[in-house]
């Protein structure tokens, strides 16, 4: 009897994602290996660049107050989880280059829904909890290093993730800012991988450049066309910039994954790749 795979089942769901994690283990790991090195080579960076820093402020370190490399590692790390992530979306569909991978993805025995999640959970969820092992790998490997290179290793401090994405109101506008933008750039770079199966990350980075750049010379002659002064322009406060930026990226994403779903689906007519 013939499976129905028209619609979502949990168990099923279940059987795709140990089969494509099955398959393809061998890639997953060294992928997440190579970020792990990177994170260790640059952490090995930071101690090694923080450390005549360090000593330099020792005499004056009650007025700095905290270890001044926990604000580059901070910053690092930020960049690392937006950078690292659209590169990870940006290999969702990367291995549906050839008819013979495709005609492979068509055949597994479950629904598109499903097929479609499995890669989303390893690439999006996936890399957030890679990225927190190898940023705590990194973590501990800092404080190690630097707790041995300095002459005073009591005055060395172990990141607060916590302490860094809070301020008085709550969470950082920072840190919201942050993940925001991975929200937006993942889904965007994973619809570029579907899209484009050969290099991606380099089309998915050229054509939003290419899209910004028009976008801030139409605002910027808009802006000297009409002849706007500051005094024209309304400010917006704090709190509904944020609301902004909430909706423009619930928006994206929204967008970007029914646009994506809509291409994988059309894998069932394969001579439209």
Same mark, same amino acid.
């Given at each position: 009897?013939?499976?129905?795979?028209?619609?979502?089942?949990?168990?099923?769901?279940?059987?795709?994602?140990?089969?494509?994690?099955?398959?393809?283990?061998?890639?997953? $790991?060294?992928?997440?290996?190579?970020?792990?090195?990177?994170?260790?080579?640059?952490?090995?960076?930071?101690?090694?660049?923080?450390?005549?820093?360090?000593?330099?402020?020792?005499?004056?370190? =009650?007025?700095? @107050?905290?270890?001044? =490399?926990?604000?580059?590692?901070?910053?690092?790390?930020?960049?690392?989880?937006?950078?690292?992530?659209?590169?990870?979306?940006?290999?969702?569909?990367?291995?549906?280059?050839? *008819?013979?991978?495709?005609?492979?993805?068509?055949?597994?025995? $479950?629904?598109?829904?499903? *097929?479609?999640?499995?890669?989303?959970?390893?690439?999006?969820?996936?890399?957030?909890?890679?990225?927190?092992?190898?940023?705590?790998?990194?973590?501990?490997?800092?404080? @190690?290093?630097?707790?041995?290179?300095?002459?005073?290793?009591?005055?060395?401090?172990?990141?607060?993730? %916590?302490?860094?994405?809070?301020?008085?109101?709550?969470?950082?506008?920072?840190?919201?800012?942050?993940?925001?933008?991975?929200?937006?750039?993942? =889904?965007?770079?994973?619809?570029?991988?579907?899209?484009?199966?050969?290099?991606?990350?380099?089309?998915?980075?050229?054509?939003?450049?290419?899209? %910004?750049? $028009?976008?801030?010379?139409?605002?910027?002659?808009?802006?000297?066309?009409?002849?706007?002064?500051?005094? =024209?322009?309304?400010?917006?406060?704090?709190?509904?910039?944020?609301?902004? %930026?909430?909706?423009?990226? $619930?928006?994206?994403?929204?967008?970007?994954?029914?646009?994506?779903?809509?291409?994988?689906?059309?894998?069932?007519?394969?001579?439209?790749?």
């Amino acid at each position: 009897m013939k499976k129905n795979t028209d619609t979502f089942e949990l168990k099923r769901f279940g059987e795709t994602v140990r089969k494509y994690a099955g398959e393809h283990w061998r890639s997953l $790991a060294m992928k997440a290996g190579v970020m792990t090195g990177i994170f260790i080579i640059a952490t090995i960076f930071i101690v090694v660049n923080t450390r005549n820093y360090f000593e330099a402020v020792n005499s004056y370190y =009650s007025f700095y @107050g905290e270890d001044p =490399s926990l604000d580059i590692f901070w910053f690092l790390l930020q960049a690392a989880f937006i950078l690292c992530g659209v590169i990870s979306a940006s290999m969702t569909f990367g291995d549906l280059s050839t *008819k013979e991978t495709r005609l492979n993805e068509l055949t597994v025995p $479950a629904a598109q829904s499903e *097929k479609f999640l499995t890669r989303w959970l390893f690439y999006v969820p996936g890399f957030v909890v890679v990225f927190t092992v190898a940023a705590a790998v990194s973590e501990m490997l800092r404080f @190690g290093l630097l707790s041995a290179v300095v002459e005073c290793p009591e005055k060395v401090r172990l990141l607060n993730p %916590a302490y860094m994405m809070t301020d008085s109101d709550g969470i950082s506008t920072e840190c919201q800012l942050t993940v925001l933008s991975f929200l937006c750039l993942q =889904s965007l770079f994973m619809l570029g991988s579907i899209v484009w199966h050969k290099a991606s990350f380099v089309k998915t980075f050229l054509a939003l450049g290419l899209i %910004a750049s $028009a976008y801030f010379f139409i605002g910027y002659f808009t802006v000297v066309l009409l002849d706007l002064s500051p005094e =024209s322009r309304f400010p917006l406060p704090k709190n509904a910039m944020l609301i902004v %930026a909430y909706c423009l990226t $619930a928006f994206i994403v929204v967008f970007c994954y029914a646009v994506a779903w809509i291409r994988y689906k059309e894998m069932e007519i394969i001579n439209r790749w």
